[in-house]
């Protein structure tokens, strides 16, 4: 560990002393330091923008900048763009022309802007484009935000607000503002990263290097032994009950019992005093496994002599449908033209900008309290209650600000069922966040279908019969799988009038990471196959 140094840092105005490392950046001075959170650690890497501060009024990653280089710059931030409650004209026009949504990646929008305005008063959509080039957005679809830059000028001074109502209506047929835009464009809304409790701990998960393995042995003594190491717990310490999405699928545990059946399948917990130590910590516990063979295409999986990835379902068939009506041979031989081909739709991630984070903490008659990034707080704490043997009207679950979300935040993540057992091994509250790379590990994205689709029509486009065969790869677990492979065949007939239609779904286990649910839920591959 390199000895900590003094820096000063000249923060909106004002000059901060902080001790820091020479590894230390920006942005981790600015979040942990001096609790200026707008600032968002969205990858640590650079690429998505959302941690934009202005350096000498220019954009710059702060999680890219080391704090020592900071030192004798002009750094702004989020928090002081507005003067008092007077917002600057930028942040008013995000404000009323909707271009905020999830606003994770709100204050780095609004910074951009705000540059490219200080030295363009009025750039084109080109230029405004361009100069939002460096931070990712995910809700908006960017629309609303150039809309927004382009009428900044209406903004100023005591400009009528576009969402006055306009028809003697205080609030029917106007256009109004979202209730936190205020918040969000200012930095002011906390998303759970952001939260901070006396005495809090971080916490990490150890994740599997194997795709398919037994686990013969973890040993974490070294790993205790590390100063700052709190609690580790690995599959022993944990219930046995499993959980999920389905109650006739659950299938996964807490922390894996036996065998781990995908790359950074969950092996172990650390609380430590700060997340370098959790790393460190990582590091020094010592799994052995025995490595399986795994299986990662899903008509391979299917086959006879495959690797097995859970014993539970045989032949890796997580769910199976088959529904149907009419008759599909006799509308195939009605048919004055039938057609039919193969699609394979690949996986997609929802990509959220905000990582997933949970903040759990016990008080002292035993209730428990978990600030989370979910779009489901009845489910968090329903799974909740059934782990840890306690009533619901025992456990709270706080939703902050989702910074995104798209169906992957939608079932009980490991952080909220992790920082609440080590935060009640250790008596202390417990946050967890992921990096971007964990999210790959950890979060359910669009399922991979192999469609064989078949119509038959008659030369006046009358539909005479559909047949349709979806194969999903699944990943390790269940998730949202069985609702994924029914919409997969029970949405085409929405579509159209459909006298004849069979559908077979397979819905199958491979060891990859776990699909779930994402916007649509089964239904865009086959609605385009269609």
């Known amino acids: 560990m390199s000895k900590k140094q003094v820096v000063e840092l000249t923060v909106n105005g004002d000059t901060h002393a902080v001790m820091v490392e020479g590894s230390t950046t920006l942005l981790e001075v600015l979040r942990e330091q001096l609790n200026l959170t ?3 650690m969205g990858c640590g890497v650079g690429d998505c923008g959302n941690c934009t501060v202005l350096l000498d009024g220019e954009p710059t990653n702060s999680c890219l900048v080391l ?14 763009l507005a003067h008092g409650e007077r917002l600057h004209p930028v942040q008013r026009a995000f404000v009323e022309e909707g271009a905020i949504q999830c606003g994770f990646c709100t204050p780095a929008m609004v910074l951009h802007a705000k540059a490219l305005i200080d030295r363009n008063p009025d750039p084109t959509e080109d230029q ?16 609303k935000i150039v809309e927004a830059i382009q009428h900044w000028r209406d903004y100023q001074g005591e400009a009528r607000p576009v969402s006055a109502p306009t028809n003697g209506h205080s609030v029917v047929g106007a256009r109004l503002p979202r209730k936190a835009a205020g918040d969000k464009v200012t930095g002011r809304a906390q998303y759970t990263d952001d939260i901070r409790h006396p005495n809090m701990l971080w916490a990490k998960i150890l994740g599997s290097p194997h795709p398919h393995a037994r686990i013969k042995q973890v040993d974490t003594r070294r790993a205790m032994a590390l100063p700052g190491v709190k609690a580790i717990l690995t599959g022993k310490d944990v219930t046995d009950t499993y959980y999920g999405v389905s109650p006739a699928r659950y299938d996964e545990h807490v922390l894996v019992k036996d065998k781990v059946r995908h790359v950074g399948d969950r092996v172990a917990a650390v609380a430590a005093i700060d997340e370098q130590t959790c790393l460190r910590a990582m590091e020094l516990i010592e799994v052995e496994y025995e490595q399986l063979e795994p299986v990662f295409d899903p008509v391979e999986a299917m086959q006879e002599g495959a690797p097995i990835v859970h014993e539970k379902y045989p032949g890796n068939i997580n769910t199976r449908v088959d529904w149907n009506f009419g008759d599909v041979e006799k509308g195939f031989e009605q048919a004055d033209l039938v057609v039919s081909d193969r699609f394979e739709g690949n996986r997609t991630y929802q990509s959220p900008m905000e990582p997933h984070a949970a903040l759990a903490e016990w008080d002292r008659d035993g209730h428990l309290t978990v600030y989370t990034s979910t779009q489901v707080v009845h489910y968090v704490r329903h799974q909740l209650s059934r782990l840890l043997g306690m009533p619901e009207g025992d456990i709270r679950i706080i939703g902050t ?3 995104g979300g798209f169906g992957g935040k939608a079932e009980t993540a490991p952080t909220e069922i992790c920082t609440a057992l080590l935060a009640k091994v250790t008596g202390q509250p417990v946050k967890m966040r992921y990096t971007r790379k964990e999210m790959f590990h950890h979060c359910r994205g669009r399922h991979k279908q192999t469609i064989d689709m078949k119509i038959g029509m008659k030369k006046d486009g009358t539909i005479t019969a559909v047949k349709q065969q979806s194969i999903l790869e699944g990943g390790a677990y269940s998730s949202f799988g069985v609702v994924a492979v029914y919409y997969s065949g029970a949405m085409v007939p929405t579509l159209y009038k459909l006298p004849n239609y069979k559908y077979d779904g397979f819905r199958i286990n491979t060891n990859l990471p776990t699909c779930g649910a994402m916007r649509g839920h089964g239904c865009p591959h086959p609605r385009f196959a269609f």
């Open 38 to 40: 707008g600032a968002k």
């Open 67 to 80: 704090a020592f280089d900071a030192e004798g710059r002009r750094i702004e931030t989020i928090e002081g």
């Open 128 to 143: 405004i484009r361009e100069a939002l080039s460096g931070t990712l957005c995910r809700c908006t679809g960017y629309t």
């Open 401 to 403: 600000h989702c910074g």
